[in-house]
Each structure stands twice: as C-alpha cells, then as structure tokens.
C-alpha cells in the first residue's frame, strides 16, 4: 500500500503535527519489519510516552486495502502507579494518539479515493 511509505507516513505526520496538538512531537515514523520485499519502505508511526514510560506504535490495519489504524501499547514488566498529574497528562497524550489514528484514517481513505481505479 502506497499509503504507507515511510516518505508518505512522515509528510502526513509532520501536517498533523501542523494541526497544534501539544503532544504531537512525541510522534516519528520508523521503519516496519516486514519480511516482504514489496513492503521494505513500510512504516509506521512510534512514539514514548512522557507521562509513562510506555512504547507505543500506530499502525495500519493488517488487512489487505485496510484504511483502519490502531494504537499497539508494547507490555511492561512492572507496573505504573500514576499520580493524579501524571495521569492528567497522559489522558492528553491519549486523546493525541486518538486523534492521529482518526487523521491517519481519513488520510488513507483519501488517497485510495484518489488513487486510480486498477480493476479491469
């Protein structure tokens, strides 16, 4: 899928983080491990937590033609007690992943609308 190029993932981040999230810095496009050849530029997008220290990556559905993305939180070995602060400050950074799944959505749903019909 075109869509998710690492050249294609970044531009569309850097117009999301032009949008004035407060959390967006925390978001890079990195490379996807695929074993496919046809998917070697695929990325998608990582980022740490301030609030936590907590990996997470978004990423295109695993379907063929999916527009869907969706946040994958990586496991903890031990777990996070959050004050009342930090729990605040998560929920922001939240509602930003949140927001850039949606962005990311309907960025994809665009480009396949404007993508030439292949069907014969």
């Known amino acids: 899928m075109p869509f998710r190029t690492m050249t294609t993932l970044q531009a569309w981040v850097d117009d999301f983080r032009e949008l004035g999230y407060d959390d967006a ?15 070697a530029d695929a990325g998608l997008v990582a ?12 990423a295109p559905g695993a379907q063929e033609g999916s527009t869907e993305w969706a946040v994958t ?22 509602a930003t992943l949140a927001a ?10 665009a480009f396949l609308a404007s993508a030439p019909d292949t069907v014969d």
């Open 73 to 94: 939180f990586e496991p903890r070995e031990d777990a996070a007690p959050l004050p009342a602060g930090r729990v605040m400050a998560l929920s922001g950074e939240l």
């Open 25 to 39: 810095e925390i978001l890079r496009v990195i490379p996807q491990d695929s074993d496919d050849d046809e998917d």
């Open 100 to 109: 850039l799944c949606s962005f990311l959505q309907a960025r994809s749903e």
């Open 47 to 58: 980022a740490r937590l301030r609030s936590v220290s907590t990996t997470f990556y978004i």
